[in-house]
């Protein structure tokens, strides 16, 4: 004869106290140690800011090799942000003028800036804290100028020499180097800047 189950008499088992305290213990270790991360999102944000340079100079190295033209991206001197820029054989000496630069057109770009491609650091609230502290490009420049071939060239198109550019916020600091020629980026976080 087969014994059959009582369904009055199932066997309910919970948790014991022992397995709930571990559990809180192993949430609250979590916790402390993820907090401090969330805390500094302002450093998140600088690595953001630097992603979005670096997507810039990218563009601007394939936009010059895909239209066989020159591109430049410019550093404003005040280090609020960027703009990427087409400019000819003729004018790679010149100074930037931002009233008659021919600015790269921006699909994404709001209305007021008639389309150009420009990366003003003060108008994301993302971004806001972010500076762009030097930029020194080919020489002194605060530009870095490719040609039709993908290539970094300085004044009067002779191959360019790289350089670096420094992004700054006050939770951390990054440098870029750009090399000579071939214009390829390496970020590097600076000793000295906050960590969390």
Sequence with gaps: MRHRPNIFQTIRRGYTLIE???????????????????????DFDTQAA?????ADITFAQ????????????QFYADGTGWCL?????????EPFDPSTADYVYDPLASNAERGA????LRESQRFSSVRVRSASLDGNS????????????????????????????PEATYQLDIAGVTGKVRVTRLA???MP
């Design 62 to 73: 394939s936009d010059a090799l895909a239209n066989q033209g020159f591109r430049r991206v």
């Design 20 to 42: 709930v305290l571990i559990v809180v213990v192993i949430l609250g270790l979590a916790g402390s140690l993820l907090v401090p991360y969330l805390g500094s999102k302002g």
């Design 117 to 120: 491609y420009a990366v003003d």
């Design 192 to 194: 000295g800047s906050s």
């Design 85 to 93: 820029l087409r400019v000819a054989e003729e004018e790679l000496s």
């Design 142 to 169: 605060r530009s870095i100028t490719f040609d039709e071939l993908g290539g970094t060239v300085g004044v009067g198109g002779i191959p360019g020499t790289g350089g670096k550019i420094i992004l700054t916020s």
């Design 50 to 54: 630097v992603r979005t340079l670096i």
